[in-house]
């Protein structure tokens, strides 16, 4: 029972550079996240999907674009690389009712140079 | 709208005392509160959460927190703190509603650091 899986765990890119980085999940959630992390700033969402097929804008969207195309899987791209999304990146997972709570990736470590 | 305040960025025990880790709330209607650690280089886990009912909600790792409505907070203990209790905690909360928002809401995160 894996949960939730990101992949890669580490990258370094440079500046205009792209990348995807993947989260998978094997609960049936309908429910998936992507958050950044940086010290200071606590947990910063991105965006976020309600089901398959759909996504949305969250807390901080610019430079980065999201796909659902299967239930299991969110994708999150960066379209051109910048060193201000040097971060830690999250992706989470929960189901439908608002008391259940959220299932977290061990996280992407990323750095632009 | 929803909110959480965690007041502390960093809170100090030693090891066999009690620990508290403060959370307070705002939220239109009923709460959905959690209580997540992260370890370091981990994503957060879920320790705790409040739904409905008894207002002393007890978790993983010999962890509780207290719903408070009238004070609005949920603040998480533990009557002895261990060295390896030693991570980041965050409160979070989301609404009760029906079709209330999918996004909790998170606080900004405190280290509990506990010394030997």
């Known amino acids: 029972n894996a949960g939730v899986t990101q992949t890669p765990k580490f990258r370094v890119l440079k500046t205009g550079q792209s990348m995807t980085l993947l989260c998978a999940q094997d609960?049936?959630?309908?429910?998936m996240y992507w958050y950044r992390q940086d010290p200071g700033m606590g947990l910063r969402l991105i965006h976020y999907s309600v089901g398959e097929g759909t996504t949305a804008k969250g807390e901080v969207p610019d430079g980065y674009n999201v796909s659902r195309l299967k239930k299991q899987n969110f994708l999150l791209g960066l379209e051109s690389a910048a060193p201000s999304q040097t971060s830690v990146y999250f992706c989470?997972?929960?189901?439908?009712?608002?008391?259940?709570?959220?299932?977290f990736g061990d996280g992407t470590r990323l750095s632009i140079l | 709208a929803q909110s959480v305040a965690q007041p502390e960025d960093q809170v100090n025990v030693a090891e066999g005392n009690p620990l508290t880790v403060k959370c307070t709330y705002s939220v239109s209607g009923n709460p959905y509160l959690f209580w997540y650690v992260q370890y370091p280089n981990r994503g957060l886990q879920f320790l705790l959460k409040?739904?409905?009912?008894?207002?002393l909600v007890k978790g993983s790792y010999g962890f509780e927190a207290e719903f408070n409505k009238s004070q609005t907070s949920f603040h998480l203990k533990k009557p002895s703190a261990l060295v390896s209790d030693s991570a980041l905690y965050f409160c979070a909360v989301r609404d009760h509603r029906r079709g209330g928002s999918y996004i909790p809401t998170f606080g900004r995160g405190t280290s509990l650091i506990v010394h030997p």
């Open positions: 609960m049936n959630h309908e429910y």
């Open positions: 989470a997972s929960c189901g439908q009712t608002n008391n259940q709570p959220q299932h």
């Open positions: 409040y739904i409905t009912g008894d207002n």
